[in-house]
């Protein structure tokens, strides 16, 4: 199995722009996660889906961050604007769920994604 | 709410010594216990998982951990080290059913010395 996939690996943008980070879970898997890591905050859950949708976006930062999942192999994570306290490593995971969530597996990693906003 | 707490922020170990990465978390029930390894630039890779059962729990790379009810910690054990094991290590918490959050600590990182 490949993995989960990231990309980019590395993101410099300015601050304004919008930024998409996107993500490929691993096939089989029903779960997606968000997460940001930071030296100050440490591994933050942003988000998580399951079966595509939304369950659990209370640590979203603000009206800046969206993340979508149209379908079971893609979900991307956006900000718009982006500002220079949203440089961080953004990881994506994915697991698989059984019972509507009632029972859980361990999650599995991407590489994540390098973000710097200058 | 569920919490996890890594006491050491930075454990330094001679090669070949053995290791113990401590883990206390709280959770009203019984939780799902893990540890995860990071190393420099990578993601986080599972190293073993505690759900129910025994309570040494035996994972890659040689590590083991031991959930212990008593004392709410889950501890991280390798008998000698190696230089390559030189990373970051999460514990992390999630509930037994429901929710599929988990909680991770703010993570040791242990520094390997000749």
């Known amino acids: 199995d490949a993995g989960v996939i990231q990309s980019p690996r590395h993101e410099v943008t300015e601050m304004g722009q919008e930024v998409t980070l996107r993500c490929k879970p691993i096939s089989g898997h029903n779960s997606l996660f968000w997460y940001r890591q930071t030296m100050m905050r440490g591994l933050e859950l942003l988000i998580y889906?399951?079966?595509?949708?939304?369950?659990?976006d209370s640590g979203m930062p603000e009206d800046r961050f969206s993340a979508k999942m149209p379908n079971a192999s893609f979900s991307t994570l956006k900000i718009q604007p982006s500002e220079p306290r949203d440089s961080a490593v953004y990881f994506c995971?994915?697991?698989?769920?059984?019972?509507?969530?009632?029972?859980?597996?361990?999650?599995?990693f991407g590489p994540g994604t390098r973000l710097t906003v200058t | 709410a569920q919490s996890v707490t890594q006491p050491d922020i930075h454990i330094t170990v001679s090669e070949g010594a053995s290791l113990e990465l401590r883990c206390n978390y709280s959770y009203g029930a019984t939780p799902y216990l893990f540890w995860y390894v990071q190393s420099p630039g990578q993601g986080l890779q599972l190293l073993l998982k505690y759900f129910s059962g025994d309570t040494l729990v035996q994972g890659i790379k040689g590590f083991e951990a031991e959930f212990k009810r008593s004392q709410s910690s889950f501890n991280l054990r390798k008998p000698s080290v190696h230089w390559s094991d030189a990373a970051e290590y999460f514990c992390a918490v999630g509930p037994s059913f429901g929710n599929e959050k988990l909680t991770f600590g703010t993570g040791t990182r242990l520094t390997i010395i000749p």
């Open positions: 889906f399951n079966n595509n949708v939304p369950i659990d």
């Open positions: 995971a994915s697991s698989f769920s059984a019972s509507g969530g009632t029972l859980i597996w361990e999650q599995y």
